[in-house]
Nanobody, 129 residues
Framework: EVQLQASGGGLVQTGGSLRLSCVVS????????IGWFRQAPGKEREGVSC????????NYVDSVKGRFTISSDKAQRTVYLQMNNLKPEDTAVYYC??????????????????????WGKGTLVTVSS
């Protein structure tokens, strides 16, 4: 059974940092696309960043470029999202998800969202002003 466990969320002040972790179990960590998504109150879920085993990192939200970095540790079966200089508009529930297709990160929006095979439960990030 594939399971994803996201952690690292919390309450932080504007300008602060958090590192989210997503531990993936029951999944062959060879060809993959693992993404971080977020859903703010009253908004649809959106893709934030994605990392592919073959094609590297992808970012989808202009406002996080230069502030958020996705990385992976294959030995630890973990994907991270380092979030720096956090802003109140980053407040959301953050989810990680995985696809067994290493090209999935090349897609965006609904295609990316629906293309993920497995999802973890979210972790809440709250940025106070």
């Amino acid at each position: 059974e594939v399971q994803l466990q996201a952690s690292g969320g919390g309450l932080v002040q504007t300008g602060g940092s958090l590192r989210l972790s997503c531990v993936v179990s029951g999944f062959t960590f060879d060809d993959y696309s693992i993404g971080w998504f977020r859903q703010a109150p009253g908004k649809e879920r959106e893709g934030v960043s994605c990392i592919s085993s073959a094609y590297g990192q992808f970012n989808y939200v202009d406002s996080v470029k230069g502030r958020f970095t996705i990385s992976s540790d294959k030995a630890q079966r973990t994907v991270y999202l380092q979030m720096n200089n956090l802003k109140p508009e980053d407040t959301a529930v953050y989810y990680c998800a995985v696809s067994s297709w290493d090209r999935m990160c090349m897609y965006r929006d609904d295609v990316l969202d629906k293309g993920m095979n497995y999802w973890g439960k979210g972790t809440l990030v709250t940025v106070s002003s």
